[in-house]
T-cell receptor
C-alpha cells in the first residue's frame, strides 16, 4: 500500500537556526497537510496545501513557517528561525480529495524535531 | 467551535477482554469522523472512518465504531483485545478538510 514518507525521522537543531522537514506524499494525492504534536499533547493542524498554494492555516502557522512543493513529489515545511517551543513531532499527511469527501488523510511516521 | 473530547486519558484492559474508547464531538453539521492509532514512535494509522450511511462502521484490526448523533458520540470498540493493540488512540472530526483531534487515549494491555 502506498505510504507517506517523511525525512529525517529525527532532527536536532540549535535555536535560531532554520530547519526544513521533508515529506513525500502518496503519488496521486493532491491535498497535503502538516500537523504537529508537542510531547504529551494532542495533534494540531498547521497548514493545508492544494494546487501550489496554502488552502488554510492555523494560528500556529505564523510568519516563521512556510511550505513548498519544490517538485512533483516533495512537500516541505520550513521553520525560519526555530524556537524552543517548536520542539514537537511533525506529521505530514496527504489525501486524494479535499474536505467533505470520502477520502481520508494518510499520515507519515513523523519527524521528531528537537530544538536545543 | 468544533472540538473532540476523549474523556479517558489512560485505559488498561486484560488481553482478551472487550474494549470501548469514548469520543464525543462538537460539530454543527453532519460530522466526518475518524479513529487513528499511534504505536510508540510511529505515525498515525487510520483505523476507520464515518462519512454517512450505516452508523456502525467496521475498521481494520477488528475495530468498529458506532456513530450516535443523539449523543454526539463515536465510540471505538473491539470485542477481544490483543497485546499488540497497546497504543494511543485518537478520535478526530474533519473541519473544512482539516482534522481536529482529541487528546488521545492511551491503551495498555495486561496479560
Amino acid at each position: 500500500e502506498p505510504e507517506v514518507t517523511q525525512t529525517p525521522s529525527h532532527q536536532v537543531t540549535q535555536m535560531g537556526q532554520e530547519v526544513i522537514l521533508r515529506c513525500v506524499p502518496i503519488s496521486n494525492h493532491l491535498y497535503f497537510y502538516w500537523y504537529r504534536q508537542i510531547l504529551g499533547q494532542k495533534v494540531e493542524f498547521l497548514v493545508s496545501f492544494y494546487n501550489n498554494e496554502i488552502s488554510e492555516k492555523s494560528e500556529i502557522f505564523d510568519d516563521q513557517f512556510s511550505v513548498e512543493r519544490p517538485d512533483g513529489s516533495n512537500f516541505t515545511l520550513k521553520i525560519r528561525s526555530t524556537k524552543l517551543e517548536d520542539s514537537a513531532m511533525y506529521f505530514c499527511a496527504s489525501s486524494g480529495q479535499g474536505g467533505r469527501s470520502n477520502q481520508p488523510q494518510h499520515f507519515g511516521d513523523g519527524t521528531r524535531l528537537s530544538i536545543l | 467551535a468544533q472540538s473532540v473530547t476523549q474523556p479517558d486519558i489512560h485505559i488498561t484492559v486484560s488481553e482478551g477482554a472487550s474494549l470501548e474508547l469514548r469520543c464525543n464531538y462538537s460539530y454543527g453539521a453532519t460530522p466526518y469522523l475518524f479513529w487513528y492509532v499511534q504505536s510508540p514512535g510511529q505515525g498515525l494509522q487510520l483505523l476507520l472512518k464515518y462519512f454517512s450511511g450505516d452508523t456502525l462502521v467496521q475498521g481494520i484490526k477488528g475495530f468498529e465504531a458506532e456513530f450516535k448523533r443523539s449523543q454526539s458520540s463515536f465510540n471505538l470498540r473491539k470485542p477481544s483485545v490483543h497485546w499488540s493493540d497497546a497504543a494511543e488512540y485518537f478520535c478526530a472530526v474533519e473541519k473544512g478538510g482539516n482534522l481536529i483531534f482529541g487528546k488521545g487515549t492511551k491503551l495498555s494491555v495486561k496479560p
